[in-house]
């Protein structure tokens, strides 16, 4: 029989409880969905290999110029730049894969000739990023929804749309320069002393705005994304609960809502998702390329972006790679959200059966 959960508001557990619920979470769903990038990654590769990228023409730090390849990396949380240098930093993605005809042969050469472990490579450095993100942001959705509803005093659907946009906000307003400061150590192999006078000269230059470097398109992206699923999430929720055939609210129920809101809200906002990645390639590419004079810098404008994508490819340039950010989303989403929900349900019947034996 499926797991009773508690309702979603109002959850009775604390707020270091919410932060445990929601780190298992996190690290829950980063196992099941980083086999799927790493796979992607790797065909990626396999169509554009080290030797069809062109040679840097500076590279900081006083390193021999060297080629570079810039990609996305996602854990099914967050999205992480990864800066390579001939390969040998990412050698987990680039050792000699043989050649793939598609996903499922991808997965299956892989686990065959490296290992299954192959599979989550990469894993350990962005979950040092995903976590906390994670857990900031689903403690502070939580935190502001309960204080909503008890400052208007009644449940309304406008509430986890509010408190969806404004716990997103802040957790990519606390992440933004800590993964900025991962990609400048990550993409020019810097000691922790070089990364702070890397950061001072930045600071210096062009002021404490400079660590907030892509934070807008991550804002237009992210803020949207999240006021429409929690939106939805609670929606769907409330509305199968209702269901008789359903007992109440259970894992299948928070886990069927998390895929069905994260779904709608990815294609909803999958052109600001296309925007978002060519601004951090464009940020790799700027730790490793200096615009120079002879190079005409990129349109650092999110709206001028999005006109050349769509000068350059047409309207549906906007809406590229639709079936593979709703295929990584959908689970994604279900996933954390059904962990976090069992993990809440279970702090709670903890605090309830304390509470009976301290009476």
């Known amino acids: 029989m499926a797991e009773k959960l508690a309702p979603s508001p109002g959850g009775g557990i604390t707020p270091l409880q919410q932060m445990l619920a929601s780190g298992t979470g996190a690290i829950l769903t980063s196992l099941f969905v980083t086999p799927l990038d790493v796979v992607k990654i790797r065909l990626q590769a396999q169509r554009t290999p080290f030797s069809k990228v062109l040679a840097a023409q500076s590279v900081p730090w006083g390193a021999q110029p060297a080629t570079w390849k810039c990609f996305l990396y996602c854990n099914g949380l967050m999205d992480h730049l990864y800066v390579c240098q001939n390969g040998s930093?990412?050698?987990?993605?680039?050792?000699?894969?043989?050649?793939?005809?598609?996903?499922l042969d991808a997965f299956v050469k892989i686990t065959r000739n490296e290992g299954i472990r192959s599979l989550w490579s990469g894993l350990p450095p962005t979950l040092v990023m995903a976590v906390p993100a994670?857990?900031?942001?689903?403690?502070?959705?939580d935190q502001l929804r309960d204080y909503l509803r008890t400052r208007v005093g009644s449940w309304n659907h406008y509430i986890p749309l509010l408190a969806g946009a404004l716990a997103r906000l802040g957790a990519v307003t606390v992440i933004s320069p800590l993964e900025l400061i991962r990609t400048k150590m990550q993409s020019r192999q810097l000691s922790y002393r070089e990364l702070r006078v890397c950061i001072q000269s930045a600071?210096?230059?062009?002021g404490w705005l400079s660590l907030?470097?892509?934070?807008?398109?991550t804002v237009l992206r992210d803020v949207p994304f999240s006021a429409l699923y929690w939106f939805n999430y609670e929606l769907v929720r409330s509305w199968?609960?209702?269901?008789?055939?359903?007992?109440?609210?259970?894992?299948?129920?928070?886990?069927?809502?998390?895929?069905?809101?994260?779904?709608?809200?990815a294609v909803l906002t999958l052109p600001f998702d296309v925007v978002k990645t060519h601004r951090q390639i464009e940020l790799g590419d700027s730790e490793v390329h200096p615009v120079t004079a002879s190079r005409p810098s990129k349109p650092s404008s999110t709206w001028l972006l999005m006109q050349r994508i769509r000068a350059e490819s047409g309207t549906?340039?906007?809406?590229?790679?639709?079936?593979p950010r709703v295929i990584k989303v959908a689970p994604a989403c279900a996933i954390m959200i059904s962990t976090y929900e069992f993990g809440k349900s279970f702090f709670q019947k903890l605090n309830q059966e304390q509470q009976l034996r301290g009476l």
């Not at 990412?90 to 050649?99: F, I, L, Q, R, S």
């Not at 549906?316 to 079936?323: T, V």
Request: proline letters at 4%; hydrophobic letters at 40%.
């Open 316 to 323: 549906r340039g906007l809406f590229a790679g639709f079936l």
């Open 212 to 217: 907030w470097r892509g934070w807008g398109p």
């Open 89 to 103: 930093s990412c050698t987990a993605w680039y050792k000699a894969p043989g050649h793939f005809t598609g996903t």
């Open 240 to 265: 199968l609960c209702r269901q008789p055939w359903l007992d109440g609210s259970t894992f299948t129920v928070s886990f069927a809502s998390g895929a069905i809101s994260g779904t709608v809200a």
């Open 203 to 206: 600071v210096a230059q062009d």
């Open 134 to 141: 994670t857990v900031i942001y689903f403690t502070t959705y």
